[in-house]
């Protein structure tokens, strides 16, 4: 999930460009993506690092499905005592559709720490956050379209198919204000890679998020205009999350994600073993 990071002159000409820019609600003609791999119970040890390979924050995805509603939460520790902690909870009824979602950003990494969640049901969107040392909330009731993908992005990634992704999911981007903004999916290729020797192939997936209107034109030139994200999903009978490299927030640095294999301390020496 990617918050927007604020400076009080940079806050103030991209929150009036994104009024006017955004102001309209999403289309409810926005089609979710389609149930074709069921969700259930995960758990997975994850890396974050900087694109040169320095550790940034260690991470767990915890996953659980009870019948057709399915809780996701994806954690971050970081070396400097920040926290990333994104609970997603959706339903899979034929269609992915997100219920709530709730993140928690805290911490000298994160420029403005903030506490957003999302109610799928009411469209109430709020944010607390922090802004030069005083509490502020920013508290919306958006039109929530329904290919919301807030916490959801790698799920849905491995449900689309490659041949035919879909040209875009909706996201809640937090300005701190809350709004709405569009991700234009794209297929880079397949890339190389191997597990222990075994050669593998991974669709390349660009996430590109649009501002839209003339926020979008402006974006780039103020430095809002986010990077593009990019999330790598092995194929077949049983999609996998590879790995992914994006910011967090926007004039962020991308940051890698990757899954990591427990490590077991080294046994005792035979000596010890046999007394001797």
Same mark, same amino acid.
């Given at each position: 999930?990617?918050s927007?990071?604020?400076?009080?002159?940079?806050?103030?000409?991209?929150?009036?460009?994104?009024?006017?820019?955004?102001?309209?609600?999403?289309?409810?003609?926005?089609?979710p993506?389609?149930?074709r791999?069921?969700?259930?119970?995960?758990?997975?040890?994850?890396?974050?690092r900087?694109?040169?390979?320095?550790?940034?924050?260690?991470?767990?995805?915890?996953?659980?499905?009870?019948?057709?509603?399915?809780?996701?939460?994806?954690?971050?520790?970081?070396?400097?005592?920040?926290?990333?902690?994104?609970?997603?909870?959706?339903?899979?009824?034929?269609?992915?559709? +997100?219920?709530?979602?709730?993140?928690?950003q805290?911490?000298?990494?994160?420029?403005?720490?903030?506490?957003?969640s999302?109610?799928?049901?009411?469209?109430?969107?709020?944010?607390?956050?922090?802004?030069?040392?005083?509490?502020?909330?920013?508290?919306?009731h958006?039109?929530?379209?329904?290919?919301?993908?807030?916490?959801?992005?790698?799920?849905l990634?491995k449900?689309?198919?490659?041949?035919?992704?879909?040209?875009?999911?909706?996201?809640?981007?937090y300005?701190?204000?809350?709004r709405?903004?569009k991700?234009? +999916?794209?297929?880079?290729?397949?890339?190389?890679?191997?597990?222990?020797?075994?050669?593998?192939?991974?669709?390349?997936?660009?996430?590109?998020?649009?501002?839209?209107?003339?926020?979008?034109?402006?974006?780039?030139?103020?430095?809002?205009?986010?990077?593009?994200?990019?999330?790598?999903?092995?194929?077949?009978?049983?999609?996998?999350?590879?790995?992914?490299e994006?910011?967090?927030?926007?004039?962020?640095?991308?940051?890698?994600?990757? +899954?990591?294999?427990?490590?077991?301390?080294?046994?005792?020496?035979?000596?010890?073993?046999?007394g001797?």
């Amino acid at each position: 999930m990617i918050s927007i990071r604020n400076t009080c002159v940079r806050r103030s000409v991209l929150a009036a460009l994104l009024f006017v820019a955004l102001r309209c609600p999403a289309s409810v003609l926005a089609e979710p993506v389609t149930v074709r791999y069921a969700e259930g119970l995960v758990r997975g040890f994850l890396s974050l690092r900087s694109l040169d390979g320095t550790l940034v924050a260690n991470g767990d995805l915890i996953q659980v499905a009870r019948g057709d509603r399915v809780t996701a939460r994806l954690i971050f520790r970081f070396k400097d005592g920040s926290l990333s902690d994104e609970t997603a909870v959706f339903s899979q009824r034929g269609h992915f559709r +997100l219920l709530s979602s709730h993140l928690v950003q805290k911490g000298p990494t994160f420029p403005t720490p903030l506490d957003a969640s999302i109610d799928g049901a009411t469209g109430q969107v709020t944010v607390r956050y922090v802004d030069d040392g005083k509490e502020k909330v920013e508290a919306e009731h958006l039109e929530l379209p329904a290919d919301l993908a807030n916490g959801m992005i790698l799920t849905l990634l491995k449900n689309v198919r490659p041949s035919a992704p879909p040209a875009s999911l909706s996201m809640v981007a937090y300005t701190p204000k809350p709004r709405i903004v569009k991700l234009a +999916l794209s297929v880079a290729g397949e890339d190389r890679f191997a597990t222990n020797g075994s050669a593998r192939k991974a669709t390349h997936y660009v996430v590109k998020i649009e501002i839209g209107g003339l926020a979008g034109l402006i974006a780039p030139l103020v430095g809002k205009q986010p990077p593009d994200s990019h999330v790598w999903v092995l194929g077949g009978e049983a999609p996998a999350f590879v790995k992914s490299e994006a910011p967090m927030f926007l004039g962020g640095p991308l940051w890698r994600i990757e +899954l990591v294999s427990p490590t077991w301390p080294k046994p005792a020496a035979t000596a010890n073993k046999t007394g001797k």
